[in-house]
């Protein structure tokens, strides 16, 4: 019964996706979840096109999986930088890191 109403009510507004290139004029930035990040020119992004005229830019089409990401592992790259969180808890970093504020380790600051 829940499905179908919501059924009923999704009916009433239709959106439509599309793929396309960026470019200079294109949408800003992607941000889900209050991550933020500039798409580079010329990358095949999907867009979700709203009923209001308003457009989403939901991610970037294509691109390679790390090879030893499992289910659930969260990896974040750019060109030269790699931040992997893991199942196991562990956070691998590759790239220059630069901190700004303090660094606690196990309890102690690190200064």
Not at 15 to 39: F, G, H, K, Q, Y
Not at 49 to 61: F, K, M, Q
Not at 86 to 93: D, M
């Amino acid at each position: 019964m829940w499905l179908s109403e919501t059924r009923k009510r999704m009916g009433a507004d239709s959106v439509s996706a599309s793929v396309c290139a960026i470019d200079d004029t294109s949408i800003e930035a992607l941000r889900p979840a209050n991550i933020l990040r500039m798409p580079k020119n010329g990358e095949a992004q999907l867009i979700l096109n709203c009923t209001d005229g308003s457009s989403i830019l939901l991610g970037l089409v294509g691109g390679d999986t790390p090879e030893d990401l499992l289910p659930g592992e969260v990896c974040i790259r750019t060109d030269n930088a790699c931040v992997t969180i893991k199942n196991s808890g562990a956070v691998n970093i590759s790239g220059t890191v630069n901190i700004t504020g303090s660094l606690t380790v196990n309890g102690a600051s690190v200064t």
